[in-house]
């Protein structure tokens, strides 16, 4: 059984990483309104990595463009099934890595939808020329880092038996 107290620390943990997650990607984006919008890129690696402007109407990769209802209403569903999933998931130490997955998670789901839903498009502004890779922002970074750390923690540090917790009943 696990104390009160613990399960409080842990939603209080997850609230304040996931608005200091939400406000650096926020900030950087600002950044990149008042910084790069308008100018030319700013070359930090030359034809590697660089800073360039981009408003994104689109999904990962420029898919799906201006279909902002779709991505607002996949956000809500990704923060409600994580939001769910983080309330069932054992407060203990053995599920740190997990619930920092989750929170990243929400993190980036939220930065975007901020963007979604005051402009109707997310501020993109990291680019990799060399591989001429999508232009992408923090809130990404999240996404993505949330989702390789998960397949590491799944496939090298959990069992089987560790996710009980999913078909327990509470």
Request: aromatic share 16%.
């Amino acid at each position: 059984m696990q104390h009160k107290n613990e399960v409080i620390k842990s939603y209080l943990a997850a609230i304040i990483f996931g608005i200091a997650a939400i406000l650096l990607d926020q900030v950087t984006k600002w950044l990149a309104v008042t910084q790069l919008k308008g100018k030319d890129s700013i070359v930090l690696i030359p034809n590697v990595f660089e800073l360039h402007y981009l408003e994104n109407r689109g999904a990962a990769f420029g898919l799906f463009q201006n279909r902002q209802f779709l991505f607002l209403t996949g956000a809500l569903i990704v923060l409600i099934v994580v939001g769910w999933l983080y309330g069932r998931m054992p407060h203990t130490a053995r599920f740190y890595g997990l619930r920092v997955c989750a929170v990243l998670v929400c993190a980036g789901a939220a930065g975007n939808m901020i963007d979604r839903v005051s402009q109707n498009y997310v501020v993109d502004f990291f680019y990799f020329s060399f591989i001429d890779f999508p232009i992408f922002n923090v809130a990404d970074c999240y996404v993505v880092a949330a989702c390789i750390l998960f397949a590491i923690l799944i496939l090298f540090y959990y069992k089987d038996e560790d996710f009980s917790w999913l078909s327990s009943h509470k």
